[in-house]
């Protein structure tokens, strides 16, 4: 059998460097893979949301996306928003949080339909 081509994909030095490496590097190589594989892929932990982020249930929530109520600043030095008093902040909206290629990253949905 002859040894497999890399994918077209894979960087020179990993294309390269690869086929050099023992076996039981290349377990372990397997093994941190698949392991950050799971990590991008995991839910976003409530640990991880903005403090003011408030986790609601909703509908449209899947197993690796977490919509919040959050109160948020606009970003205008001059605004009241800007003391970061939660009183003076503005919302509360709908936020859905999920991981891309490992990086959190949060989407607006909208006003929230009691509010």
């Known amino acids: 059998m002859n040894q497999p081509s890399p994918p077209t994909s894979l960087p020179k030095y ?3 460097g690869l086929p050099k490496q023992d076996t039981q590097t290349l377990q372990e190589v397997q093994n941190y893979i698949e392991a950050l594989i799971e990590y991008r892929d995991q839910s976003v932990d409530t640990d991880e949301l903005p403090e003011t ?5 909703e509908s449209d929530n899947t197993e690796k996306r977490t ?6 600043t606009c970003g205008d030095a001059s605004c009241k928003c800007a003391s970061g008093n939660p009183s003076d902040m503005h919302g509360p909206y709908l936020y859905r949080y999920y991981r891309e290629n490992g990086t959190m ?5 909208g006003k929230p339909e009691s509010e």
């Open 105 to 109: 990253k949060s989407e607006y949905v």
């Open 14 to 16: 990993l294309a390269e």
């Open 67 to 72: 919509v919040v109520k959050e109160k948020v």
């Open 53 to 57: 982020a408030e986790p609601v249930e």
